[in-house]
């Protein structure tokens, strides 16, 4: 039988787990650095996930859901879509600054260390990219209608997704240079390149 | 007294290395699995190698003298500046294709994976980038003088900059979607916005 599952655990493996993970990386995050981390003990890890790589799928779900709902609706707030595209991206850009540009996206992240191995992490990562390119869709075809200012020649969702794109290659750039300096230009340059 | 060391060994250590580094990743590769699959023993290692970072930096190396020898030269080919920078990113997803995009480019997948943990990595990392950002920046400058084709009211070097970060964003969603798509948009969308 399966042990009742107590949600105040799963909540703490998922939050121990994402502050590790986002630091080291997957593979250098241990089971047992998770539980040590959360302080449960090692056995119950496999009481809530049945791999770790479902694990990993969890913590990039917890990180969104948390992006979705706290920056996301900037995309639907006041002024025009260049300018809550822009500010949207540059509340990204605060939070990647308060960590010192030490974590990167976590995003990203998972996608180039397990992108190319894990079938779950995958999956998740393709839902998330695709519901960010939804909700960055909707505002850039908002301001391709009457006088919105973003040319209509090329398609929202297109548009939307290059966007996303440059900003990950932004923020991997910034984890290297340690500074604001990628992210900026991408506001700067790509962003009225694009949105022109 | 430091063993004599044997080049082949050296060779053979960096290339298995690379290819195990940049199919699995940093953490996920042993340096056992390194010895192993390069048919030598494991203590070699460190008489190559004074740490696995080290390692890191110098398979880094290895993978950027490559393609600077094999594929930087297409910048200085024939034909107007953004025609040669199109060829180039064009080289280079087709090398990314060649192995269904299951690998990425070494540069991004280290710059996430250690780039925020490791000094010697990050060191390595910052000067390939600048390397490559100068050798684009060669090559955009030359389009803005005279009837070149590409705008004059950026920076040759800040151009050239964002263009790498949106390719390395386009081969972070290349592992991802495991498809040519993202590499497809960089090349007909955010090329053709950026040098217009």
Request: glycine share 10%; aromatic share 8%.
């Amino acid at each position: 039988m399966p042990r009742p599952a107590n949600p105040e655990v799963r909540r703490r493996l998922l939050a121990a787990g994402l502050d590790l993970v986002h630091e080291h990386g997957f593979a250098a995050s241990g089971v047992k650095d998770i539980t040590d981390a959360a302080g449960v003990p090692k056995g119950s890890f496999y009481a809530y996930f049945p791999s770790k790589e479902a694990f990993a799928a969890a913590i990039l779900q917890h990180y969104w859901s948390d992006i979705e709902e706290r920056l996301l609706p900037l995309l639907d707030a006041d002024g025009s879509a260049d300018e809550r595209i822009a500010r949207f991206f540059h509340a990204l850009a605060d939070e990647h600054e308060s960590a010192d540009f030490l974590l990167g996206c976590l995003v990203g992240n998972m996608s180039l260390e397990l992108g190319g191995s894990s079938e779950p992490v995958r999956a998740e990562l393709t839902r998330i990219l695709d519901r960010w390119g939804e909700a960055i869709a909707g505002c850039v075809r908002s301001g391709q209608v009457g006088t919105g200012g973003i040319a209509a020649d090329l398609g929202a969702s297109e548009l939307a997704s290059v966007l996303i794109e440059a900003w990950e290659g932004a923020a991997l750039r910034g984890k290297v240079t340690r500074s604001r300096a990628p992210y900026d230009r991408f506001e700067t340059v790509t962003l009225p390149a694009l949105l022109r």
